[in-house]
């Protein structure tokens, strides 16, 4: 034998060795032996994954990377290399770079539906849930039957969309009424107005727009994922070609760019349940300012939370804690909800005052100022008062409001919600309970007047 034979002898003679020792699951004394049919340079770059495999197992991270690396050196595009580097880098808690090695795996490996389904988990546990959802659906596809994969994908997409969204969207009282005063809007200005949607979710509005007849609709929606549904959910509607949308905030919007002229009808939806969570008077405000023409149709074109004086033992177990257990927990009060959305219909309250407007905000205002009054409501029946439920009052063109009015109203994509006092206040037939109210351009101001140990600003009416 010569003595290249010799050394390939003893070099086969040592990795069968390592594999027996491997098989036996001994990792620790396997590993030298492969480290010595690699120095001896046999059958290299079948025996260094293995290698590194088993050095990861034996959490030895460092030297697995060196042996990927070096399998990397000499293989640039060895798709098991990238993908177990990324879940090293990935363990280690370099997460950018482990995402980066496992794009790198999917790449030379695109039919592999578990280096998919691991550089989605990576994305979505960096924030990155756009790209998630579409490497889950990229691994769902590859792999149909995988419930896990099924399972990961619904859920991403359910965790980012506000579970309202599917209510709203059944909900066909709000969406007739948008729908008329679309069509009314249409129908002043013409086909060729330029409309603006805001917050276009599903792309309902903006399909209703085109249905009517506009040309051109430019829409934007500040959720990714909802905008990549809307674009789908136009072009298998038929309306590609009239609407556009943009996955960025209005504010983001430039006419001349994303708008091709400044905007003859805003629509947008985008009332919370308790009127302006949603940034309301800050996007109006910016779109008056910037995106509309100044005699631009707005719907809708005010909004209002209308609300009254309630009892409710149920919603008061929300509100206030007291004694508990024999212990005086009072002060923790100070830590319940202010404000609690609420079925009106499904929740047992009790109604102590007439409906009264609590706050009013004009949508074709180009600005607008926080504001603070006081309300006097005049109670009709005797209670322990636990709050105020409010609901909406959304006024869309001359003839066409909505409102979730709690007697008549549940299951849309708008709650009722309670503001509740900071204590129970007694109240009878014939006072007056003063309320500060308003908003501070955000959220909704209801507070009673300097509440004292259960008894607040009561008058005699
Ligand atoms: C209540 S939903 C209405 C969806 C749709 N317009 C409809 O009526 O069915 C409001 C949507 O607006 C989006 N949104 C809110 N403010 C936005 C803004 N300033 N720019 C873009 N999208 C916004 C939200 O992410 C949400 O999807």
Same mark, same amino acid.
């Given at each position: 034998?010569?003595?290249?034979?010799?050394?390939?002898?003893?070099?086969?003679?040592?990795?069968?060795?390592?594999?027996?020792?491997?098989?036996?699951?001994?990792?620790?004394?396997?590993?030298?032996?492969y480290r010595?049919?690699i120095?001896?340079?046999?059958?290299?770059?079948?025996v260094r994954p293995i290698l590194a495999g088993i050095l990861a197992?034996?959490?030895?991270?460092?030297e697995a990377m060196e042996q990927w690396n070096a399998l990397?050196?000499?293989?640039?595009?060895?798709?098991?290399a990238?993908?177990e580097?990324?879940?090293?880098?990935?363990?280690?808690?370099?997460?950018?770079?482990?995402?980066?090695?496992?794009?790198?795996?999917?790449?030379?490996?695109?039919?592999?539906?578990?280096?998919?389904?691991?550089?989605?988990?990576?994305?979505?546990?960096?924030?990155?849930?756009?790209?998630?959802?579409?490497?889950?659906?990229?691994?769902?596809?590859?792999?149909?039957?995988?419930?896990?994969?099924?399972?990961?994908?619904?859920?991403?997409?359910?965790?980012?969309?506000?579970?309202?969204?599917?209510?709203?969207?059944?909900?066909?009282?709000?969406?007739?009424?948008?729908?008329?005063?679309?069509?009314?809007?249409?129908?002043?200005?013409?086909?060729?107005?330029?409309?603006?949607?805001?917050?276009?979710?599903?792309?309902?509005?903006?399909?209703?727009?085109?249905?009517?007849?506009?040309?051109?609709?430019?829409?934007?929606?500040?959720?990714?994922?909802?905008?990549?549904?809307?674009?789908?959910?136009?072009?298998?509607?038929?309306?590609?070609?009239?609407?556009?949308?943009?996955?960025?905030?209005?504010?983001?919007?430039?006419?001349?760019?994303?708008?091709?002229?400044?905007?003859?009808?805003?629509?947008?939806?985008?009332?919370?349940?308790?009127?302006?969570?949603?940034?309301?008077?800050?996007?109006?405000?910016?779109?008056?300012?910037? /995106?509309?023409?100044?005699?631009?149709? $707005?719907?809708? +074109? %005010?909004?209002?939370?209308?609300?009254?004086? &309630?009892?409710? #033992?149920?919603?008061?177990?929300?509100?206030?804690?007291?004694?508990?257990?024999?212990?005086?927990?009072?002060?923790?009060?100070?830590?319940?909800?202010?404000?609690?959305?609420?079925?009106?219909?499904?929740?047992?309250?009790?109604?102590?005052?007439?409906?009264?407007?609590?706050?009013?905000?004009?949508?074709?205002?180009?600005?607008?100022?926080?504001?603070?009054?006081?309300?006097?409501?005049?109670?009709?029946?005797?209670?322990?008062?636990?709050?105020?439920?409010?609901?909406?009052?959304?006024?869309?063109?001359?003839?066409?409001?909505?409102?979730?009015?709690?007697?008549?109203?549940?299951?849309?994509?708008?709650?009722?919600? /309670?503001?509740?006092?900071?204590?129970? $206040?007694?109240? +009878? %037939?014939?006072?007056?309970?003063?309320?500060? &109210?308003?908003? #501070?351009?955000?959220?909704?101001?209801?507070?009673?007047?300097?509440?004292?140990?259960?008894?607040?600003?009561?008058?005699?009416?």
């Amino acid at each position: 034998m010569s003595s290249i034979e010799n050394e390939i002898a003893a070099a086969r003679r040592v990795l069968h060795e390592a594999m027996e020792l491997q098989s036996a699951g001994n990792l620790a004394a396997a590993a030298p032996r492969y480290r010595m049919v690699i120095e001896q340079g046999y059958r290299v770059t079948e025996v260094r994954p293995i290698l590194a495999g088993i050095l990861a197992q034996l959490d030895a991270v460092e030297e697995a990377m060196e042996q990927w690396n070096a399998l990397l050196a000499v293989e640039p595009d060895h798709a098991v290399a990238h993908h177990e580097m990324a879940l090293i880098l990935n363990r280690l808690g370099q997460t950018d770079e482990a995402i980066v090695s496992m794009e790198h795996a999917c790449r030379t490996d695109p039919e592999n539906p578990v280096a998919a389904n691991n550089l989605a988990v990576m994305l979505s546990n960096a924030g990155r849930k756009r790209e998630a959802l579409r490497e889950f659906q990229r691994a769902l596809d590859l792999q149909p039957e995988n419930v896990h994969v099924r399972h990961q994908l619904r859920r991403l997409g359910a965790e980012q969309v506000p579970f309202w969204h599917v209510p709203m969207m059944n909900d066909v009282r709000r969406n007739d009424a948008f729908e008329a005063a679309i069509k009314a809007a249409i129908a002043t200005v013409g086909s060729d107005a330029q409309v603006l949607d805001i917050g276009t979710g599903s792309g309902l509005l903006s399909m209703m727009a085109a249905r009517a007849g506009a040309e051109s609709v430019v829409a934007c929606e500040i959720v990714p994922i909802i905008a990549d549904m809307a674009q789908k959910i136009v072009a298998d509607n038929g309306y590609a070609d009239q609407i556009t949308i943009f996955a960025q905030p209005s504010t983001e919007l430039q006419v001349g760019v994303e708008l091709p002229a400044k905007a003859d009808i805003l629509v947008s939806e985008i009332l919370s349940s308790d009127l302006l969570t949603e940034a309301v008077l800050d996007t109006f405000e910016d779109a008056h300012a910037r /995106l509309l023409k100044p005699d631009a149709i $707005i719907i809708p +074109r %005010a909004a209002s939370a209308i609300g009254c004086l &309630v009892e409710s #033992d149920v919603l008061a177990g929300y509100s206030f804690v007291d004694q508990v257990s024999g212990f005086n927990v009072s002060r923790f009060g100070a830590f319940a909800a202010q404000k609690l959305p609420i079925h009106g219909t499904m929740t047992d309250w009790r109604r102590l005052s007439k409906d009264v407007e609590l706050v009013r905000v004009d949508l074709t205002q180009r600005r607008h100022e926080s504001d603070l009054h006081i309300l006097s409501i005049p109670v009709l029946e005797d209670g322990m008062a636990t709050g105020i439920v409010q609901w909406m009052h959304v006024d869309l063109a001359e003839g066409v409001t909505f409102d979730n009015h709690p007697d008549g109203y549940s299951d849309g994509g708008w709650l009722q919600v /309670l503001h509740s006092f900071p204590q129970p $206040i007694q109240v +009878r %037939a014939g006072q007056v309970l003063d309320l500060a &109210v308003g908003h #501070d351009r955000a959220t909704l101001v209801v507070q009673p007047l300097e509440v004292v140990a259960g008894s607040a600003a009561i008058r005699a009416a």
